[in-house]
């Protein structure tokens, strides 16, 4: 195994890791109760999602810092941080950065919740559905053994990534749907009663 197929299998495990991050997140969102509701027992969802989120950062820092110990790669520190100038498919290798520092952001901004706020922390926390997008297209068009070949959108591991991110997509856009369906209920119970004739 390589350094590059390590690097690889940590990029897969974060992603995996975000998505479920994400789900859960969109639970919480709704006050899901695992113990009113299906599995019908006490899990610490909360919990969770946030271990989830600190393991996918740690894993998203490393996936890229592997490649330093690749002699074929020819990353550099400064490609890591600052990808530019990256040996190859410096695009796709954006894209990863910009996830990795808008993770960073979302992770450290809820550690401080308490000290800025609920409504700054609620709005920068809507940054997690950028880092997912900043991760699913990294994850998707790059090319794991970094030789600039054309995206085989059929690979295991491509169709993993686009599994996953279609499942966020489509958990979104139910939670988004269920927060109309919630406002309509409210709107029309205030609404006052009409006398019949």
Not at 147 to 164: A, M, Q, R, S, W
Request: aromatic letters at 12%; proline letters at 6%.
């Amino acid at each position: 195994m390589t350094a590059i197929d390590l690097s690889s299998y940590a990029g897969l495990t974060a992603m995996v890791l975000l998505t479920i991050n994400i789900l859960l997140g969109l639970l919480i969102s709704v006050r899901y109760s695992p113990v009113r509701s299906w599995p019908h027992r006490r899990i610490p969802v909360f919990d969770i999602h946030n271990w989830t989120a600190y393991i996918a950062l740690a894993l998203v820092g490393l996936h890229p810092t592997i490649l330093l110990f690749s002699a074929t790669a020819k990353f550099k520190w400064f490609d890591i941080l600052w990808p530019l100038g990256s040996p190859g498919q410096r695009l796709y290798n954006c894209f990863g950065a910009c996830a990795f520092y808008l993770l960073l952001v979302v992770v450290i901004t809820s550690y401080l919740r308490r000290r800025i706020g609920r409504p700054l922390w609620k709005l920068l926390h809507y940054l997690a559905y950028g880092v997912a997008a900043f991760v699913y297209v990294h994850g998707t068009l790059i090319d794991p053994n970094l030789k600039n070949e054309p995206t085989d959108f059929l690979d295991g591991e491509k169709v993993l990534v686009e599994i996953c991110g279609l499942l966020v997509i489509a958990a979104t856009i139910m939670r988004i749907r269920y927060g109309y369906s919630r406002a309509a209920a409210r709107a029309r119970s205030l609404e006052p009663a009409t006398p019949g004739f």
